[in-house]
């Protein structure tokens, strides 16, 4: 038998059981402790990454690849910000319509796809990749930076879950990452690693937020073209 690819794993998870935890935890119904403070987590991310684009105009337009349910493009619609928002799971979008449908009363902007991250094209003013690059080992989500890079003419904005002595600790002891090790592995990146990644690309370091609770911890970087 042929191994599935690490996508299609992704994919086959994101359109089922992990449809199911993911879709309650980015929402409002009573979860379990470990999930809600993978929600609260993870609500702090997005709250940054949306104070981060505050000074966004409608006349620019944002790339969210790996959308999920929405939980960032639909605030950013609700600005007035155009958005594109790709995932791959067919569930995930459909979950992301159906409360867009409910919030905004149509299904012009943000405008969500089905698609791998890596069939986005076109070019965007800003490109969001958040808590996707987990589901990836190193050489893929590089491989993910370099094409998301090369869609953005401001910022890239991306989580990542950090590689550190302490968090190696703890997976060690399977204290982290809870759920995914029962269906996906969790990839830990080396932060030094990405940025020198996306600094050969031509790429800096413009703000960093390092979000870490028990259960939910992401690393997120705002970069530029180095120059701008
Ligand atoms: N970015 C969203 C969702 C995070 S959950 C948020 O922060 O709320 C991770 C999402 O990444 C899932 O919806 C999963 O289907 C999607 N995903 C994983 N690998 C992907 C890939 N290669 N291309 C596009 N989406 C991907």
């Known amino acids: 038998m042929v191994p599935l690819s690490e996508k299609q794993v992704v994919r086959e998870y994101f359109n089922t059981t992990g449809f199911e935890r993911w879709r309650r935890i980015y929402g409002q119904e009573q979860v379990n402790l470990v999930q809600q403070d993978i929600r609260q987590g993870h609500e702090r991310t997005i709250q940054r990454v949306l104070d981060w684009l505050a000074d966004l105009s409608p006349t620019q337009t944002v790339c969210d690849a790996g959308c999920g349910v929405g939980s960032l493009s639909l605030p950013l619609a609700q600005r007035g910000i155009p958005v594109f928002a790709s995932d791959l799971s067919e569930a995930m979008v459909a979950e992301a319509q159906r409360r867009q449908q409910q919030l905004l009363g149509s ?116 970069t530029r073209p180095i120059g701008n």
């Open 107 to 222: 299904l012009e902007n943000p405008r969500f796809a089905v698609q791998d991250l890596e069939g986005i094209e076109g070019s965007y003013d800003v490109v969001v990749c958040l808590d996707v690059l987990i589901h990836y080992p190193e050489a893929d989500a590089l491989g993910m930076l370099s094409h998301l890079a090369g869609l953005a003419r401001e910022r890239l904005i991306f989580s990542f879950a950090p590689q550190t002595p302490l968090l190696n600790l703890l997976k060690k002891v399977g204290q982290l990452f809870p759920g995914a090790s029962k269906t996906t592995r969790a990839y830990q990146h080396r932060e030094q690693v990405l940025v020198q990644h996306l600094r050969q690309l031509g790429w800096q370091v413009t703000r960093r937020e390092t979000i870490a609770s028990r259960f939910y911890f992401a690393w997120t970087l705002e």
